[in-house]
T-cell receptor
Framework: DAGVIQSPRHEVTEMGQEVTLRCKPI?????LFWYRQTMMRGLELLIY????????DSGMPEDRFSAKMPNASFSTLKIQPSEPRDSAVYFC???????????FGPGTRLTVT | GENVEQHPSTLSVQEGDSAVIKCTYSDSASNYFPWYKQELGKGPQLIID?????GEKKDQRIAVTLNKTAKHFSLHITETQPEDSAVYFC???????FGSGTKLNVKP
């Protein structure tokens, strides 16, 4: 298996623009997680899906952030409009349940100028 | 919700020495405690985990110990090597809270 696939790997955009991050989880995994990593706040869970259904989105910073999982093999994290404080590395991870190993993707480094 | 505290934030050891990283958690319902290693430019990768029905687990040079009464667990790396240099994160199962990370530097 190729592991968790994220695209793009790097994204540079201007403030106010819409940003869409994409994730393909490992086949057979039924849990999917979106994290944000910054120096100041560390690794923060944004949202968690189980069987394509959002279970916990309490970590989503504000209404500018939204996430979808239309099927078991694809998820998106969208920021609209983007702001400089959204600059971070965004990780997608997949697994077989909340108390099992999570497999992380390589991350998307987002820079909002 | 869960609160996971990790210490130290940085750790520098000489090659061949041992390294210990400690985490405490607050939610007594947590039953799964993984440790992840993150190398520069990569996503975190699981290196060892432990469940609440076990007190200790070893995998070659890496071991994890769990004290459920005191609500703390530790990562032990013996015979450290330069390739062990990375950031290490602990986590507790409920709410997916990760510790703040420990940057380990192994000096050759």
């Amino acid at each position: 298996d190729a592991g968790v696939i994220q695209s793009p790997r790097h994204e540079v955009t201007e403030m106010g623009q819409e940003v869409t991050l994409r994730c393909k989880p490992i086949s057979g995994h039924n849990s999917l997680f979106w994290y944000r990593q910054t120096m100041m706040r560390g690794l923060e869970l944004l949202i968690y899906f189980n069987n394509n259904v959002p279970i916990d989105d309490s970590g989503m910073p504000e209404d500018r952030f939204s996430a979808k999982m239309p099927n078991a093999s694809f998820s998106t994290l969208k920021i609209q409009p983007s702001e400089p404080r959204d600059s971070a590395v965004y990780f997608c991870a997949s697994g077989t349940g909340p108390s099992y190993e999570q497999y992380f993707g390589p991350g998307t480094r987002l820079t909002v100028t | 919700g869960e609160n996971v505290e990790q210490h130290p934030s940085t750790l520098s050891v000489q090659e061949g020495d041992s390294a210990v990283i400690k985490c405490t958690y607050s939610d007594s319902a947590s039953n799964y405690f993984p440790w992840y290693k993150q190398e520069l430019g990569k996503g975190p990768q699981l290196i060892i985990d432990i469940r609440s029905n076990v007190g200790e687990k070893k995998d070659q040079r890496i071991a994890v110990t769990l004290n459920k009464t005191a609500k703390h667990f530790s990562l032990h790396i013996t015979e450290t090597q330069p390739e062990d240099s990375a950031v290490y994160f602990c986590a507790a199962s409920s709410d997916f809270y990760f510790g703040s990370g420990t940057k380990l530097n192994v000096k050759p």
